[in-house]
């Protein structure tokens, strides 16, 4: 690899792109933080905001890995092999020290974002009970259990609040 990646004007090329993903990948970071704050505060706006942030932050990241993917491709590499943890040792020095910075944090992004989709749908599940509810609207494939810890049918109501 180290063969391929002598040239220095691409070392330095790739190296710039290298740190503005990881630039980009901290904005995109934060932008999870703040989504996830907001999901914990009932925070509609900022959870808004945080989400349309994250949008274009995703594009940027998207746009960048292109760009770093058709500079290694002129050199014969490819992001697996750059990012391998086998090649580190063999990289330039800006490079062994930004490729780490950024799988870490890729890692980190990738666990807060599934942590928070896993949150919008605990909450999305429980707005809709609660609308069913209120709206007398028959829940479909709830799993209620006895005392005796079987599986029983749930019993068919359809009873509403209130009326208006």
Known sequence: MTQQL????TIEQLSSHIIQFLNL???FHNALLSEAAAL???QTDQLSDAASLKSTLSND???KTHTINTLLKTQNLTLETLFSPDSFNALPAPLNET????????QACHDLNQSNGISI???SNINQYTLNLLSGKEQENINLYGSSGEQQAPKKSK?????A
């Not at 002598?6 to 004007?9: M, P």
């Not at 490729?99 to 890729?106: A, M, Y």
């Open 25 to 27: 990948l901290k904005r």
């Open 121 to 123: 749908q605990v909450l």
């Open 159 to 163: 009873r509403t609040l209130g009326k």
């Open 6 to 9: 002598n040239d220095t004007q």
């Open 61 to 63: 990241l998207s746009q």
């Open 99 to 106: 490729i780490p910075q950024v799988l870490e944090l890729t």
């Open 40 to 42: 914990k505060s009932n």
